[in-house]
């Protein structure tokens, strides 16, 4: 019989459909991390994500979005230079660094708290196909304050558009 308190076993791999469920709330218990619902919900699937992986082999997160030309934030960002807003991928990224600390076993509620250094040197277009974001955790803190320090990319097509350093998020705790 299934421990009532287990709301999800970790997987390797996330569809559409679970991170929808994970943006209802509750994927990893009550008042814990969640994604938001679209059409802030950034991405449409996470392909890999581990505790040990990325580049400073403190665990890795990798999602993906799948694009159309009629995407919604294409017809408002700027009319008439149509492209995604990095701050966009920054905040897809920020909440893959919340779902990671969610899923890698902390509780709370992600907060984006910061970010040290932004690159970009490109653009997201209504002719692009696909967007990947690669999260790499730097610094995981676990105490009275969760925070997860990451490094990220968000890739256009294969060809990475922008970057980000110390990209920081906390996990906030409900106050009873």
Same mark, same amino acid.
């Given at each position: 019989?299934?421990?009532?308190?287990?709301?999800?076993?970790?997987?390797?791999?996330?569809?559409?459909?679970?991170?929808?469920?994970?943006?209802?709330?509750?994927?990893?218990?009550?008042?814990?991390?969640?994604?938001?619902?679209?059409?802030?919900? @950034?991405?449409?699937? +996470?392909?890999?994500?581990?505790?040990?992986? #990325?580049?400073? %082999? =403190? $665990?890795?997160?990798? *999602?993906?979005?799948?694009?159309?030309?009629?995407?919604?934030?294409?017809?408002?960002?700027?009319?008439?230079?149509?492209?995604?807003?990095?701050?966009?991928?920054?905040?897809? @990224?920020?909440?893959? +660094?919340?779902?990671?600390?969610?899923?890698? #076993?902390?509780? %709370? =509620? $992600?907060?984006?708290? *910061?970010?040290?250094?932004?690159?970009?040197?490109?653009?997201?277009?209504?002719?692009?196909?696909?967007?990947?974001?690669?999260?790499?955790?730097?610094?995981?803190?676990?105490?009275?304050?969760?925070?997860?320090?990451?490094?990220?990319?968000?890739?256009?097509?294969?060809?990475?558009?922008?970057?980000?350093?110390?990209?920081?998020?906390?996990?906030?705790?409900?106050?009873?």
């Amino acid at each position: 019989m299934p421990n009532p308190h287990d709301f999800h076993t970790p997987q390797p791999s996330y569809t559409r459909d679970e991170l929808l469920r994970s943006s209802e709330g509750g994927y990893f218990g009550p008042g814990n991390a969640q994604l938001p619902a679209p059409p802030m919900l @950034m991405m449409d699937r +996470i392909t890999e994500i581990s505790t040990n992986g #990325g580049a400073f %082999g =403190k $665990g890795h997160i990798v *999602g993906e979005l799948d694009l159309a030309p009629h995407h919604w934030f294409f017809d408002c960002h700027y009319r008439g230079d149509a492209m995604m807003p990095p701050t966009l991928g920054l905040d897809a @990224m920020w909440q893959m +660094i919340g779902y990671w600390l969610g899923w890698s #076993g902390s509780p %709370g =509620k $992600g907060r984006a708290i *910061g970010v040290g250094e932004v690159e970009c040197t490109g653009t997201v277009t209504p002719d692009t196909k696909s967007v990947r974001y690669e999260v790499a955790m730097r610094m995981v803190r676990r105490g009275k304050l969760v925070l997860g320090i990451a490094d990220g990319r968000v890739l256009a097509d294969g060809v990475c558009v922008f970057t980000a350093k110390d990209m920081r998020v906390g996990l906030t705790k409900a106050v009873d």
